[in-house]
């Protein structure tokens, strides 16, 4: 039995437009319309007091609900200076408790407007979709498969913009959809992986007037050969007739190892079979790329990849190259981040909507440990926050002045 991920009664969740570079960037005010579904009798912690115990918890290290509660304790003092705190810090339980059942469309939402407010603050248009598994959720004892996510992500900030859970890797498809309804695309670039590399989606993404780039791979076998045969074609001719772009560049890596990759793109290419189908297709792009490990006297010698694209844009070749390279990025700097940093794949929070929600509050987390631009790694950075409330307090105001405790 795979998890249980979407009820399909819930309502979808509404777009919500990027922000003026004025609006409101106040946690409290985007977390405002959040509703408490606890019975109002039992209820003995309040919930903004929990989410901001939460959050400030995994910015200083914590990785699970006991972690949270112990550093609610061990900051009590600090923590009453700003939250009312009417019976004290809450457990362990009640943390896990009330991430179980908030809402995750609800408290996305929520995250989503605070994010979005901040893309309008700094001018966000480069987007990126991929999926990743959660591997510590899954439970074989009640037979419970492990929790997959999709994400959207704007690589200029580091920021986690939408997140959609999905019953298992294949369904990828199907939450991409649902992840392009939570933002204004308007001029947007959005790139995505080859399972993301549909007719319907590509559609939508013009239909929300913003940009595509999205890999090709031999899972549309027909277009794999086009754009493969195109480029082929092009090489043996020397590009003749055609309006092109070749960007290289050469980066050094530790231990010796040098990687040159090779951008070059072919605008408003001809033998795309079915090419209509593809909306404003207007670019085919290849990359070399070309891995020197060591010298030719140790053994390890080169190693070569080619991979394609397709665009609805023509931008520069740099500017494309630019949008590939930081797609890459999401497997550097969030999800190695969230599985070596934060342990997300060792958590075994499973109850209700615990592992979700709780992997919003890691998103939010490392959005804002990006934004501090002090040298200190991720890492680093965390046991800071657990050590210094001042440094605690500049994170909280980088997200909300509102939250900072009166000196």
Not at 283 to 298: C, H, K, L, N, T
Not at 305 to 313: K, L, P, Q, R
């Amino acid at each position: 039995m795979d998890r249980l991920i979407e009820n399909e009664e819930k309502p979808t969740i509404r777009v919500v437009p990027l922000a003026s570079p004025n609006a409101d960037l106040s946690l409290l005010h985007h977390f405002g319309q959040l509703i408490d579904s606890r019975s109002s009798h039992l209820v003995v912690h309040l919930l903004t007091d929990i989410l901001v115990i939460g959050v400030c918890a995994v910015l200083g290290g914590a990785n699970s609900w006991p972690d949270i509660a112990l550093f609610g304790r061990s900051k009590r003092k600090w923590f009453a200076t700003f939250l009312e705190l009417p019976n004290g810090i809450p457990s362990h339980d009640t943390f896990n408790r009330v991430f179980a059942a908030l809402d995750p469309v609800a408290f996305q939402e929520c995250f989503v407007s605070w994010m979005n407010a901040v893309c309008g603050r700094l001018g966000l248009k480069q987007l990126q979709i991929d999926g990743k598994s959660h591997r510590g959720t899954r439970d074989d004892k009640n037979n419970l498969g492990c929790l997959h996510t999709v994400s959207i992500w704007a690589s200029q900030a580091g920021l986690t913009l939408g997140q959609v859970a999905v019953d298992s890797k294949s369904n990828e498809i199907t939450a991409i959809p649902k992840l392009l309804q939570l933002l204004d695309l308007e001029g947007a670039l959005v790139t995505i992986d080859a399972m993301g590399c549909q007719k319907e989606i590509a559609a939508k993404i013009r239909l929300g007037n913003g940009h595509y780039v999205l890999a090709v791979k031999e899972n549309h076998p027909t277009l794999y050969a086009d754009v493969e045969k195109c480029f082929v074609q092009a090489i043996e001719t020397d590009f003749q007739g055609l309006r092109y772009e070749v960007f290289e560049e050469k980066a050094q890596r530790g231990r010796g190892r040098l990687e040159t990759r090779v951008y070059t793109v072919i605008y408003d290419p001809q033998g795309v079979r079915n090419k209509e189908d593809w909306v404003d297709l207007k670019a085919i792009i290849m990359v070399y790329r070309e891995r020197q490990v060591g010298s030719d006297e140790d053994g390890q010698g080169c190693s070569y990849e080619v991979s394609y694209y397709i665009a609805s844009c023509d931008k520069t070749v740099l500017e494309l190259a630019c949008s590939i390279r930081n797609h890459w990025g999401i497997e550097n700097k969030v999800h190695w981040v969230l599985d070596v940093v934060f342990r997300e794949d060792e958590s075994r929070a499973r109850a209700g909507h615990a592992a979700e929600n709780l992997g919003w509050l890691r998103r939010l987390a490392l959005a804002l440990l990006n934004q501090d631009d002090s040298e200190e790694t991720i890492k680093a950075k965390r046991l800071k926050v657990g050590w210094d409330n001042d440094f605690l307090e500049h994170l909280l105001g980088l997200l909300d002045p509102n939250l900072l405790p009166e000196k």
